[in-house]
Structure formats: structure tokens, C-alpha cells
């Protein structure tokens, strides 16, 4: 396991970039990101060793395959009991969180870090290549998209929601800026884990199905 002693902070959202006009359809319907409980803060923003704020330098095909090992490579940020409490409340209403059972769970949430961003800090930016998914925390960022050749604010996150999984599914560049308009603390997770995570969903979904088609199999 890669465990790392150092921690971040982030902010709260509702809605996400938008998909590429050529995308495939979401994997995962990430609508239902929105969520109404108490603003936190937390100490000063240390960045993990493995945090990098810059472009990724390619991003390269990596499409998801059921036979992908779910569990190797475990990435662990220790976190204070208070910090893990914030965590499980930040996620517990975003949807692709509540397929996972507790030990996926825990998995995913091992993986995640804090990290702060001051007002005016451009967390994501369109056209840079995506390293990471973010679930606010708490404060207020504004999301602009590029419409008629300019950048225009289309959505505020208030304290709640996620972002920036498009870029992450897709490998495609990302397709909005998120700026922070307050201090923020947002929860971030890293590229291969949340792929993992999409991965664990989508199987999630796909034994559900199976199990009610097995189920009508008497009835026909």
C-alpha cells in the first residue's frame, strides 16, 4: 500500500463540467450530487507528497475493463476520526458512493485527501488534463464553460456536490474551470483509484441486473 502522512483540504458543489458534444453517454449518472448539511473548516492545507497542481504531460487511452484488479496499488491518506466524519458525510449522498459496500467504501475513502483552495484559485481549468475527482466540502466555486469563443459562469457549487469526472472517464481534456470565490475545502481523489471506483459501480449495477433477469427466468 502507498500510504501518505499528509492531507489537503477542498470546498462544497452541485453541478459539473459538461461532457465533450461527442461523448458517450456517463457510465454513472452523477445528477444527484447535491446534499444539505452544516459548512466545515479544518487546519491549514499541507498537499500530499503525490499532489501535483500542474498538466498532466499525455493522456493516453485507458479504457475500463471488468478483469481490471480492483485492489492493487491501495493509496492510503490517514486521517484524524474528525476528518473521516466530514468525509463520510461529504459523499453519502452522491450516487456513485452508495452502490459501494462497506469495505469498497472504506477503500475509496482511505484514498481521499483534503485540500484547500483560496478564493480566486482556479481548482480545475478547461482544456488541462484530468488527475483528479473533488467532492466539496465546504465553501462556494463558480464553474464557466467556453461559449461563443468566451468563458461565461454557468453554475455556482454551494457547499455540496462533485466534479470533475468527465475528464477522468473519458481521458479527455477538461471541459470546464472550477474557481473557488471563498476559502474552499474539497476532498479530492486521484485518477486511478476513481476509475476503479467507476469500475466497482458499473459491476454493482451489472449483478443487479443479472440477479432480477435470473429472477423472471421462472416466470417465462
Known sequence: AVVSTQSGHYGRGEEDEGPPEDAPAPLIDMSALQRDDDVYSDDDYVPPANFSKGRRASVSAEPLSM??????????????????????????????????????????????????????????????????????????????IKINGEEKKVFTYDNTGAFGELALMYNTPRAATIMATEECILWALDRTTFRQLVLLTTMKKKEKSTDCDSALIPLL
Open 67 to 144: 478483469e481490471d484488479d480492483i485492489t492493487n496499488d491501495r493509496v492510503i491518506h490517514p486521517k484524524t476520526d474528525e476528518q473521516r466524519k466530514r468525509l463520510q458525510v461529504a459523499v453519502k449522498d452522491i450516487l456513485i458512493f452508495k452502490s459501494l459496500d462497506q469495505e469498497q467504501r472504506e477503500y475509496v475513502l482511505d484514498a481521499m485527501f483534503e485540500k484547500q483552495a483560496s478564493a480566486g484559485e482556479k481548482v480545475i481549468e478547461l482544456g488541462d488534463n484530468g488527475d483528479y475527482f473533488y467532492v466539496v466540502d465546504s465553501g462556494v466555486l463558480d464553474c464557466f
